[in-house]
């Protein structure tokens, strides 16, 4: 069977909380998402981790989701750099298998026609700041830790080379968002599942149009196929939901399918 994770949740406390959690639900890990201040590089209790590893409680981290190496600030992309660089350093440190994150997209100005996004306008200074991420994320990451870009809203062209340039790097991966590939019309999975053995993670959760988010089996996604494929590519997956109820249901649903 797939190895299913929790999200961090936004309501439910800092580490010791998240932790509890997971252990009454027979979970194996948990994702702390570093836009939450409790699990923030500089917040995070090693010591209280390590001991919640020795109970068998594992964790990834997520970067935070407003982290721009490509910024055309260098003062700004620079503290992004160092925030994932420092970021995979500690999961390296800690033994935490998985970093991820999403992919920026910029500001774009409004044209009388289109949305002009600015990287995708002026490129080659934005591959050249991500091609220096990807080389001190390399370094940090010694080997123990992959780095996976996660689907969101649909990758564009530009976003599509960015991913290449990314994925030169063996330190770097995929993370298939189930639900936001369904919003998007699948467009990102098929591109994601052509580099199957590059994906290093799964965010599981059910969607309705304009509802994201769902716990499982409230929505139009085919969770047993989601798992089956997940078990097969040797993939953990979090049950991306934002609050405990929808985690607990979302874990009464996949017992249904007799999938846990």
């Not at 509890?20 to 090693?46: K, Q």
């Amino acid at each position: 069977m797939a190895r299913l994770g929790m999200p961090s949740l936004p309501l439910l406390g800092g580490l010791d909380a998240h932790a509890l959690l997971c252990l009454e639900l027979g979970l194996s890990f948990v994702e702390l998402n570093m836009n939450l201040p409790a699990f923030h590089a500089n917040a995070l209790d090693r010591s209280a981790l390590l001991a919640w590893k020795r109970q068998g409680v594992d964790f990834t981290l997520h970067l935070d989701e407003r982290l721009d190496p490509m910024d055309f600030n260098p003062l700004v992309a620079m503290a992004y750099l160092q925030t994932g660089v420092q970021a995979v350093a500690l999961a390296a440190s800690l033994e935490l298998p998985v970093v991820n994150m999403h992919l920026p997209r910029g500001v774009y100005f409004t044209l009388p026609a289109q949305r002009l996004y600015l990287y995708q306008a002026q490129p080659e200074p934005c591959l050249e700041a991500l091609a220096r991420f990807r080389d001190e994320m390399e370094r940090a990451a010694l080997g123990r830790v992959r780095v996976c870009v996660e689907s969101t809203s649909g990758f564009t062209g530009f976003e599509r080379q960015c991913l290449e340039l990314l994925l030169q790097s063996p330190a770097f991966g995929l993370c298939l968002d189930v639900g936001h590939d369904r919003c998007t019309g699948g467009q990102d999975g098929r591109w994601m599942l052509e580099r199957e053995g590059r994906l290093g993670r799964r965010h599981l959760h059910d969607v309705l149009p304009r509802r994201d988010h769902l716990a499982l089996g409230q929505g139009e996604v085919d969770v047993s196929a989601c798992l089956a494929l997940a078990e097969r590519l040797g993939l953990g997956c979090v049950v991306e939901v934002k609050e405990a109820q929808s985690l607990r249901d979302s874990l009464l649903y996949l017992r249904g399918l007799g999938k846990i």
